[in-house]
T-cell receptor, first 115, second 116 residues
Framework: KQEVTQIPAALSVPEGENLVLNCSFT??????LQWFRQDPGKGLTSLLL?????REQTSGRLNASLDKSSGRSTLYIAASQPGDSATYLC??????????????FGQGTILTVHP | DTEVTQTPKHLVMGMTNKKSLKCEQH?????MYWYKQKAKKPPELMFV???????INESVPSRFSPECPNSSLLNLHLHALQPEDSALYLC???????????????FGSGTRLTVV
């Protein structure tokens, strides 16, 4: 059974800092790894998708890396802003012998960026 | 249209009520999902529909009844719920097959359900 772990559980930083969120998964037979952002009481917004054959993806101030063999991914946020405050969720999709895949989530990292 | 739309956004229902949650997407995705999210927890998979057929039921109680009338619409019928069923219910969709790689999951904004 796939298990996804995110470290740290919570992170509080001053504005402008560069920061790293970590994600690890136990079964390396994944299709994709996807990072999401969730604001309180809201749905999930997709930030970055990394295919299992890729090493990293970038979007603006965000960069996500994937080391499939070691079961690890990191989300790097450059020059953090108060508007980045949210919960960040890592999720992996794997086959389980199906075509649709199952998306398994980590517990999330609660990020607070202080002005 | 790159959105998953869920209605209603908020729902309060009594334990004897029958209600339905609705999810709609027009991206041509052939897999649709229901997730349940309790406060401060990650989303947990409830049901998966692929090509309009129920493919996964994650041992969800029968008081939750999913329905996929067509490739764009997913419903979740609720009956005789308990207060502990109060949660954020999220709908998602994706292309198929996911094994192609690079398949992103798109989530709706959710329905906040309160059972009283």
């Amino acid at each position: 059974k796939q298990e996804v772990t995110q470290i740290p559980a919570a992170l509080s930083v001053p504005e402008g800092e560069n920061l790293v969120l970590n994600c690890s998964f136990t079964d390396s037979a994944i299709y994709n790894l996807q990072w999401f952002r969730q604001d309180p009481g809201k749905g999930l917004t997709s930030l970055l998708l990394i295919q299992s054959s890729q090493r990293e993806q970038t979007s603006g101030r965000l960069n996500a890396s994937l080391d499939k063999s070691s079961g690890r991914s990191t989300l790097y946020i450059a020059a953090s802003q108060p508007g980045d405050s949210a919960t960040y969720l890592c999720a992996v999709s794997d086959a389980g012998g199906t075509s649709y895949g199952k998306l398994t989530f980590g517990q999330g990292t609660i990020l607070t960026v202080h002005p | 249209d790159t959105e998953v739309t869920q209605t209603p956004k908020h729902l309060v229902m009594g334990m004897t009520n029958k209600k339905s949650l609705k999810c709609e997407q027009h991206m041509g995705h052939r897999a649709m999902y229901w997730y349940k999210q309790k406060a401060k927890k990650p989303p947990e998979l409830m049901f998966v529909y692929s090509y309009e057929k129920l493919s996964i039921n994650e041992s969800v109680p029968s008081r939750f009844s999913p329905e996929c009338p067509n490739s764009s619409l997913l419903n979740l019928h609720l009956h005789a719920l308990q207060p502990e069923d109060s949660a954020l219910y999220l709908c998602a969709s994706s292309k198929l097959p996911v094994s192609l790689g690079g398949i992103s999951y798109t989530f709706g904004s959710g329905t906040r359900l309160t059972v009283v």
